[in-house]
């Protein structure tokens, strides 16, 4: 039996998606390729509200988190941490041989402005992490404050995950001035995994020019090359270009302003269904994500049960991510999803709670 999933990534396909992966195969050095890429790249950068360059890496997010790092931290980088992401982002950085600090806020806790300010003051860095939505903790920094602080450094270049956010929610990545922007399409693009795309501006270009050891794969002079050409480096995986392609269309057919009140109103029904149900939010007041709900157990439900009895039913339910697995659960509303799918997922969530 399929599990139909409200954990926060992978998400549901939908059926278009999944026939558009099993079109015939084309070569990448075919014209029929460069017009997939560059349809695909030309609506990606309508998405995000962004003139510069957009490329498509066949990997999980990991793979241009770390060749971001590898390309873009010159001299020493400030990893902003909130959570499970975030951390590992910053022993990535480290494992890559980079100088790094981690600047830690509590889980539950946002990055701010001030922190990012105060780290950044020292003069000490060239580059910096953050991850917008922290989905280990269903938190989702501000990320228009933090870049109004950017601005002020213009020396660094900034790396932003928007893994769990991008396209779920405005984020408008020329007027915030995101050099470097990563995202996965498992997670807000509901797509199947192994795709991540992400961007990168004159002064990233600029900086990766003077880095040393960037690698082949994820070497971004290699992707800038071969953009040119509306091209990748390598092989890349077509049958997931395919279903972005088709992807982009349906969110441009919805439209994006429906869009991103759709995922505000299942994000609003779902926290109001944890603090009427004797639940909390995890994150400080005013930090929820849009994406998903990362709940405190207040109840003390077992959650493992919980989850078992949810899963006979046919539904993949989320019991907190790393060190607060059992004290919180997560219930994602992103991708394709809609009020009526977690309408149903609560009904189920609150029969099962009365067995318990
Ligand atoms: C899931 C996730 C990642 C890791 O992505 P992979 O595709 O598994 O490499 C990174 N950052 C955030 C915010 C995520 O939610």
């Not at 962004?50 to 066949?58: G, M, S």
């Not at 300010?117 to 003069?123: E, M, P, V």
């Not at 601005?151 to 929610?169: C, G, H, K, Q």
């Amino acid at each position: 039996m399929h599990k139909k999933l409200f954990i926060p990534g992978p998400v549901e396909i939908a059926p278009e998606i999944l026939s558009a992966m099993s079109l015939p195969m084309i070569g990448h050095r075919m014209k029929e390729y460069a017009e997939l890429h560059g349809r695909v790249t030309a609506n990606l950068k309508k998405l995000m509200f962004t003139n510069n360059r957009v490329f498509l890496a066949t990997s999980s997010a990991f793979g241009v988190m770390e060749g971001a790092v590898r390309n873009l931290v010159g001299k020493r980088c400030a990893n902003f941490c909130n959570g499970a992401f975030s951390d590992k982002w910053h022993d990535v950085t480290r494992r890559c041989g980079k100088e790094a600090d981690p600047f830690k806020a509590e889980w539950g806790k946002p990055v701010t402005p001030e922190m990012v300010d105060r780290a950044l003051a020292s003069g000490k860095y060239d580059s910096m992490t953050l991850i917008h939505n922290e989905t280990s903790t269903g938190v989702m920094s501000p990320l228009a404050e933090i870049a109004e602080v950017l601005r002020n450094y213009p020396e660094v270049v900034s790396i932003i995950d928007t893994v769990s956010s991008m396209s779920a929610l405005p984020i408008k990545l020329d007027e915030l001035g995101i050099d470097c922007c990563i995202f996965g399409v498992q997670k807000a693009f509901a797509l199947p995994p192994g795709l991540a795309v992400f961007t990168a501006s004159e002064k990233a270009l600029a900086r990766a020019a003077t880095v040393e050891g960037r690698g082949y794969y994820f070497d971004f002079l290699e992707f800038a090359a071969n953009d040119d050409k509306d091209n990748t480096p390598s092989t890349p995986c077509i049958s997931q270009i395919y279903a972005l392609d088709r992807q982009l269309e349906r969110f441009f057919a919805e439209g994006l302003e429906n869009r991103w009140a759709r995922h505000s109103a299942m994000a609003d029904y779902v926290r109001s269904w944890v603090r009427a149900n004797g639940f909390g939010l995890f994150p400080e007041d005013g930090y929820c994500s849009q994406t998903l709900t990362c709940a405190t157990n207040d109840r003390g439900v077992d959650l493992a049960a919980l989850k078992r009895a949810l899963g006979e039913r046919g539904y993949a339910f989320d019991d907190g991510y790393g060190k607060i697995k059992g004290k919180t659960f997560r219930i994602a509303h992103m991708g394709d999803m809609t009020l009526e799918d977690l309408r149903e997922f609560i009904a189920v969530i609150e029969g099962c709670l009365a067995g318990l």
